[in-house]
């Protein structure tokens, strides 16, 4: 399996067609089918327009108390708040969210770093949607089918330091199968399924300084079985869940 | 950054040099200073002889009771008791558990897939010194300096499917500091540790079929700061965690 960085990759901003200009790229640089690219929410998000400038927030009054408790400003509390389902849990100036699309992490994604001054930058509404759009111009750019994996850098529950996940899939199966094939003992496999999309999305995570310069990694010489994708398929359920509380 | 499969590791028994299995197999396969293994824990724990014939298992009272309350086998409950600080979570059949190095995960990590029949494979009693072991005799063997990473597959709170993470960790900083260098807009980051020894673990899992038949992945074209590792640096304590509970 090998990783390289796409490069060539413009600043981007509102109204950018970031599946024709990655597709672009892609054909130029040697993407095949059978590659699948990893790619940094931020761009696809600006290219969405879901960039915020805070002095253009109006504060509501749940968000002006949750500001005082947290000490966060008023403006990026009512983002916060916007973006979230629920709040999973807090503490001092900690939020850990559960936004709408269902990922349960630090103040709903929001991203205040490596943003134009003043402004917050938020997921794509649909990442999956974004996902399959970018999947499907690179895929006839090429020639035959990718992947597409659009990620984000979360922390985690137990474990310290953030790791690169994905938020958005298309044109693969986000989730290997194991259940039902044998070990080498030659007995039945049971509860081994595989987050491929994750793991490849945290292999991505290395080639992505967070300097936000390199936006798209190819990972080529993986297997990944076709399928519709949806990063939605790695969240698991409420009910499932021993810890959303 | 490539990742490639160490071929030709035989099946380990107790008492196997995997130090030396490990750093011949390197050596000949052109692993050079800079490379990272990453590595099963299941062949250091077989190597270290943390495999365990249920059948000598003898379940006390505790383990008695939790196998009512989970249908799982009395031996099974009493190895998961014997491994674990406590136990985080419990509904029907599955545990998550704290194991004495602090992981948390399902049955305090035992694993009886993929094992001899009637045996549990456990995580070595310390992981970060088996990798210290391991990255002494592979660095010296190639002459400089490569990361070794013993990894463990674990599920996750709130998402889906298992991935390959760090349980051990010797040469490298587990750990990229980013905090206090600056995004491309100039400004300060903050709250930013990449877990680099986690996404190049999760980047491994993709190399390791759960069939068990390729243990050693060597990554290369990774920049590591030395350092003296620890997958303990990983493990978010207790106090700081909001969701261990």
Chains 1, 2 share one sequence.
Do not use: Y
């Amino acid at each position: 399996m090998r990783l390289r960085n796409l490069t060539g990759i413009p600043e981007v901003a509102a109204g950018t067609d970031i599946a024709a200009l990655i597709a672009d790229a892609a054909c130029a640089q040697g993407v095949v089918p059978g590659d699948v690219l990893a790619i940094a929410h931020k761009i696809v998000s600006k290219a969405e327009g879901r960039v915020v400038r805070l002095a253009d927030v109006v504060p509501g009054e749940a968000a002006r108390r949750l500001s005082q408790e947290t000490g966060k400003r008023p403006e990026t509390c009512e983002l916060i708040l916007a973006e979230s389902r629920r709040i999973v849990r807090r503490r001092r100036g900690t939020l850990i969210c559960e936004t709408h699309h269902g990922f349960v992490c630090a103040n709903a994604a929001i991203d205040l770093s490596n943003t134009p001054d003043g402004t917050a930058v938020l997921l794509p509404r649909d990442p999956d949607a974004s996902a399959r759009r970018i999947q499907a111009a690179v895929s006839a750019a090429v020639g035959g089918r990718v992947g597409v994996i659009i990620t984000d850098t979360h922390g985690r529950a137990f474990r310290r330091g953030i790791v690169n996940i994905a938020v958005g899939v298309a044109g693969m199966e986000p989730i290997v199968d194991h259940r039902g094939s044998t070990d080498r003992e030659g007995r039945i496999l049971t509860a081994t399924e595989q987050a491929l999309a994750d793991e490849l999305a945290a292999a991505s995570g290395v080639l992505m300084p967070k300097d936000g310069g390199t936006p798209v990694v190819v990972i080529s010489g993986v297997a990944t079985e076709p399928g519709p994708g949806g990063a939605d398929r790695l969240v698991r359920a409420a009910e499932h869940d021993l810890f959303r509380g």
